[in-house]
C-alpha cells in the first residue's frame, strides 16, 4: 500500500472520528437542554402549586370566618324573629334554621378540604398526631405513631401530608374493621416518607380504585394531589390482609 493510499485512510479515519465526537457532543447538549427545560417546568409548576395552595388557604380562611360570621348573624336573627312569630311560622323558621346548619357543615368541610385550618395554628407534626389521639378516641383502634421528621416544609407539601395521615385514618376508621394501626413519617434525604398500615380486613385497590367511587375516591385525589408535586402513593393491600399505605413526598420541589 503506498504512501498515499495510507495517508488517504488515515485522512478518512480522523474524519470519521471527528464526526462521531460532533454526534456525541450534540447529543450531550441535547441531553443537557432536555434536562434544563425539565427542570424548569418542574420549578414552575412547583411555584404554581405553591401560590394554587396560598390560594386555597385564603379562600379556606374566607369560608371559615367571613362566611361562617354571616351565617351566625343569620341564626341569631332567625332566633329573635322566631320568638314573636306564631306557632307556624316558628316551624318554617326552625326548618329554615336546620338548613342554614347544613349549609354551615358543608362550608366547613369545603373549607377543609382547601386547607387543613389546624395547620395555622399547629407544626404538621403536632396536628397529626392531635388527630391520631383523636381518631384513637373515636375508634378504639390502638395506634402507634412514629414521626422523624421536622417541620415546616414549603410548597403546600405539610397540607398534603396531613392530608394523608387523615385520609388514611379515615379509611381505617370507616372500613377497615382493624383492631391495631401505625403511623411512621421519616424524612429519608430528600423526601419525606410517610406510612400508614392496619391489621384490618385488607381490599382490593383495583377495585377500590377503578370501581368504588364511595371508597375509592378519596385515595384517588389523595394520589392526584401527591403526584402534582412529584410525590407518589402506594397502596398494599388484599383482602384479609390489612393495608399499608405509603406516601412519598418530595420535600424541595
Keep these: 500500500m503506498g504512501v498515499r493510499a495510507i495517508g488517504t485512510r488515515t485522512g478518512e479515519r480522523i474524519v470519521d472520528m471527528n464526526a462521531q465526537a460532533a454526534r456525541r457532543r450534540q447529543a450531550v447538549t441535547a441531553e443537557r437542554d432536555a434536562v434544563e427545560r425539565r427542570d424548569a417546568n ?14 386555597s388557604a385564603r379562600i379556606a380562611g374566607v369560608l371559615h370566618d367571613d362566611v361562617s360570621q354571616v351565617l351566625a348573624a343569620a341564626h341569631l336573627a332567625i332566633e329573635e324573629v322566631a320568638g314573636d312569630a306564631v306557632p307556624a311560622d316558628q316551624a318554617r323558621l326552625h326548618q329554615i334554621h ?7 357543615e358543608q362550608l366547613r368541610r369545603i373549607s ?15 396536628a397529626i398526631s392531635s388527630i391520631s389521639r383523636a381518631f384513637t378516641r373515636s375508634t378504639g383502634v390502638r395506634l402507634t405513631l412514629s414521626i422523624d ?9 405539610d397540607a398534603n401530608l396531613y392530608r394523608f395521615v387523615e385520609e388514611a385514618l379515615a379509611n381505617i376508621g370507616t372500613h ?3 383492631a391495631s394501626a401505625s403511623i411512621t413519617i421519616v424524612r429519608d434525604g430528600s423526601q419525606l416518607v410517610a406510612t400508614v398500615t392496619d391489621d384490618g380486613v385488607g381490599f382490593d385497590p383495583g377495585a377500590r380504585l377503578a370501581g368504588d367511587m364511595n371508597h375509592g375516591l378519596g ?18 393491600s ?9 406516601a412519598v413526598i418530595p420535600v424541595e420541589i
Design 42 to 55: 418542574e420549578t414552575a409548576f412547583a411555584r404554581l402549586h405553591t401560590l394554587l395552595e396560598l390560594q
Design 238 to 246: 388484599a383482602p384479609t390482609q390489612g393495608t399499608r399505605l405509603r
Design 98 to 104: 336546620r338548613h342554614l346548619r347544613q349549609v354551615a
Design 176 to 178: 377497615a374493621h382493624a
Design 219 to 236: 385515595l384517588s385525589l389523595l394520589r392526584g394531589r401527591l403526584e402534582a408535586i412529584g410525590g407518589t402513593l402506594e397502596i398494599r
Design 112 to 126: 377543609h378540604d382547601l386547607h387543613p385550618g389546624i395547620l395555622d395554628h399547629l407544626p404538621v407534626t403536632d
Design 149 to 157: 421528621a421536622r417541620g415546616p416544609h414549603a410548597g403546600g407539601i
